[in-house]
């Protein structure tokens, strides 16, 4: 299994970034995928999840802000950010996982993760 993230930079607040992840190695539509994030001496964050029937989640942070959403290319997911803030610098990882609903935004339910890659939004 393997997630190669792209996309990250540095922006200012307010910017947009599209974070991207090409995944492969295992059956991409019988698993859920998306993204979470961490920032230096804190827990895994989730951010946004799509589960293995399409439908999105997201957490409270992301929504109005983020959009995931899978990309025409093969085994692709995206987040879009926009309108971000100094709070949304970290490390974001693409992740797939088979976790029941339940426990969806749970780090522990997702067995692949990426190497990520860093956001910093700054003035």
């Known amino acids: 299994v393997q997630l190669v993230e792209s996309g990250g930079g540095l922006v200012q607040p307010g910017e947009s970034l599209r974070l991207s992840c090409a995944a492969s190695g295992f059956t991409f539509s019988s698993h859920a995928v998306g993204w979470f994030r961490q920032a230096p001496g804190k827990e895994r964050e989730f951010v946004a999840i799509?589960?293995?029937?399409?439908?999105?989640y997201y957490a409270d942070s992301a929504k109005g802000r983020f959009a995931i959403s899978k990309g025409n290319v093969r085994n692709t997911v995206y987040l879009k950010m926009d309108t971000l803030k100094p709070e949304d610098t970290t490390v974001y990882y693409c992740?797939?996982?088979?976790?029941?609903?339940?426990?969806?935004?749970?780090?522990?339910?997702?067995?692949?993760w990426g190497q990520g890659t860093q956001v910093t939004v700054s003035s």
């Open positions: 799509f589960n293995r029937n399409s439908h999105s």
């Open positions: 992740v797939a996982g088979r976790p029941v609903l339940s426990s969806i935004r749970d780090p522990a339910m997702y067995y692949a």
